[in-house]
Structure formats: structure tokens, C-alpha cells
């Protein structure tokens, strides 16, 4: 039962603790780093998966543009012939 009050004391007053006292916060940060992924490194792999992204969205882009060129190039190659005829 005690332990439950305790429990419940330090739900309550936690929160204004760690805003009020920053020697606190500092501590219950230390003693739970091991718990969360720190930022630097969260940060430097999102970057690298976006980069991923961009690169794999630049490479389809790049194909597409190569395809629709080659589908003009046929497109003029076949017209050019069809045009010489009508004259």
C-alpha cells in the first residue's frame, strides 16, 4: 500500500519537478539514456534514409525522362518518313 502512495505521489509531482529543477532532470535523463535512442543518432538516420529516398525518387525520375526521350525520338523517327511520303 505504501508503495502504491509512493507510486502515485511521484506521478503526481514528477512532471513539475523535472520543469522546476534542472540537477533533477539531468538525472532522471542520465538514468534512463540507455532507454531511448539518442538524437544524434536518430537525426544522422533519418538523413540517410531520406537521402535513400531522394536518390531511389531521382533514379526513377531519371529512367522515366530517358524512356519518354527514346519514345519521342522514335515517335519523330517514325514521322519524319510518314511526312516525306505525303509531299
Same mark, same amino acid.
Given at each position: ?6 507510486? %502515485?505521489? /511521484?506521478?503526481?509531482?514528477? @512532471? ?5 529543477? @534542472? +540537477?533533477?532532470?539531468?538525472?532522471? /535523463? ?7 535512442? %539518442? ?9 540517410? /534514409?531520406?537521402? +535513400?529516398?531522394? %536518390? ?10 530517358? +524512356? ?8 519523330v523517327s517514325i514521322a519524319i518518313p510518314i511526312a516525306d511520303a505525303g509531299r
Open positions: 500500500m505504501a508503495d502504491d502512495t509512493l507510486t %502515485e505521489t /511521484i506521478k503526481r509531482d514528477l @512532471p513539475t519537478l523535472l520543469r522546476e529543477d @534542472p +540537477e533533477l532532470r539531468r538525472y532522471v /535523463i542520465e538514468l534512463t539514456r540507455s532507454l531511448y535512442a %539518442e538524437r544524434d543518432r536518430t537525426e544522422d538516420r533519418f538523413d540517410r /534514409i531520406l537521402d +535513400e529516398l531522394l %536518390e531511389e525518387t531521382f533514379g526513377v525520375l531519371v529512367r522515366n525522362v530517358a +524512356e519518354f526521350d527514346g519514345l519521342v525520338s522514335m515517335a
